[in-house]
T-cell receptor, first 116, second 110 residues
Framework: KAGVTQTPRYLIKTRGQQVTLSCSPI?????VSWYQQTPGQGLQFLFE???????NKGNFPGRFSGRQFSNSRSEMNVSTLELGDSALYLC???????????????FGPGTRLTVT | AQRVTQPEKLLSVFKGAPVELKCNYS??????LFWYVQYSRQRLQLLLR?????SIKGFTADLNKGETSFHLKKPFAQEEDSAMYYC????????????WGAGTKLIIKP
């Protein structure tokens, strides 16, 4: 089956602008998680959506937001971009079922955001 | 709060030598633990999970609840093992969201 896809793959924005990133999960997966990956900080969890609701949230400012649609596709928005927002943004999908199910995540290739 | 610690940012070993990537966690309950790997120019992917107790690409990892560790081991390193390795924990207290270590970059020297 098709893997997780992310669009666009590369973006260049200037400070103060806003950006929207998109993620299409694996068919049947209802959970989408977003991460910021940088060489200095590693993987930082942004938030997770499950069935159109934000279920978990990391420690990022309110400029970072997201949403999930009824088909499980998700978007992430960053407003008022700062230079420090330059990073690889990863999306991961999973079945996301509550309980003791193995919470295995499948990652997309990422969107490389450069803020100048 | 749950935490995953990977004490080595970089580990360099010669081809054919044994490899051990360390992972320690803090969680009072029964976690589910994973190793993810990211090869150069490839997406992050699951390598193995403790519950399945399997060996993938020659790697094994045993959960040691007494030492709260989940070290990744391979008896004979190969050049294609060079990659970034992340240890992650899933627990009920964090609503099963994965808690990630900082990662260890493994370099296999020829």
């Amino acid at each position: 089956k098709a893997g997780v896809t992310q669009t666009p793959r590369y973006l260049i924005k200037t400070r103060g602008q806003q950006v929207t990133l998109s993620c299409s999960p694996i068919s049947g997966h209802r959970s989408v998680s977003w991460y910021q990956q940088t060489p200095g900080q590693g993987l930082q969890f942004l938030f997770e959506y499950f069935s159109e609701t934000q279920r978990n949230k990391g420690n990022f400012p309110g400029r970072f937001s997201g949403r999930q649609f009824s088909n499980s596709r998700s978007e992430m928005n960053v407003s008022t971009l700062e230079l420090g927002d330059s990073a690889l943004y990863l999306c991961a999908s999973s079945f996301g079922l509550l309980g003791r199910e193995i919470y295995e995540q499948y990652f997309g290739p990422g969107t490389r955001l450069t803020v100048t | 709060a749950q935490r995953v610690t990977q004490p080595e940012k970089l580990l360099s070993v010669f081809k054919g030598a044994p490899v051990e990537l360390k992972c320690n966690y803090s969680y009072s309950g029964s976690p589910e633990l994973f190793w993810y790997v990211q090869y150069s120019r490839q997406r992050l992917q699951l390598l193995l999970r403790h519950i399945s107790r399997e060996s993938i690409k020659g790697f094994t990892a045993d959960l040691n609840k007494g030492e709260t560790s989940f070290h990744l081991k391979k008896p004979f390193a190969q050049e294609e093992d060079s990659a970034m390795y992340y240890c992650a924990l899933s627990a009920m207290d964090s609503n099963y969201q994965l808690i990630w270590g900082a990662g260890t970059k493994l370099i296999i020297k020829p």
